[in-house]
């Protein structure tokens, strides 16, 4: 891939890290997540579905090797009520969606998330502005 890359080939490149990755698949998963990634970002300018497929094999080979940690999400923190946690990784998402710029992600929902948690936060302080834990 290296050869194609610095030769402004990105196709061949992307598919030669894609090859690689697949030969590396499951004697060395991390290597292949680097080169899944490798070759999401040369695939990225010429052809997005690539790129978007190659990505897709990096995250799913990330999970199947505990590679990604549940707890950051921003629908945990609104479930432990860390609603300000919660509205900023959600905004953070929406706008790195909206850059993208790609009808095949919308950011509707990832905004509307974001607006319920402020809601529900906003409620909380007016009706209940003292933290009382009912038994």
């Not at 698949?25 to 999401?40: F, G, H, V, W």
Request: charged share 25%; hydrophobic share 35%; proline share 3%.
């Amino acid at each position: 891939g290296l050869i194609y890359k610095l030769s402004k080939k990105w196709m061949e490149a992307g598919d030669a890290y894609f090859q690689a990755a697949n030969c590396f698949n499951k004697r060395n998963p991390i290597e292949a997540i680097t080169l899944y990634i490798d070759s999401s970002n040369c695939y990225r300018d010429y052809s997005s579905n690539d790129a978007i497929y190659a990505l897709h094999n990096a995250i799913e080979l990330c999970k199947e090797n505990g590679r990604f940690r549940t707890d950051k999400t921003p629908n945990n923190y609104s479930e432990l009520e860390q609603y300000e946690k919660a509205i900023d990784i959600f905004l953070k998402v929406a706008n790195i969606s909206k850059k993208l710029n790609k009808s095949w992600y919308p950011t509707d929902n990832i905004f509307l998330n974001a607006g319920l948690c402020q809601l529900i936060q906003n409620l909380k302080k007016i009706y209940f502005p003292i933290n009382l834990k009912i038994y």
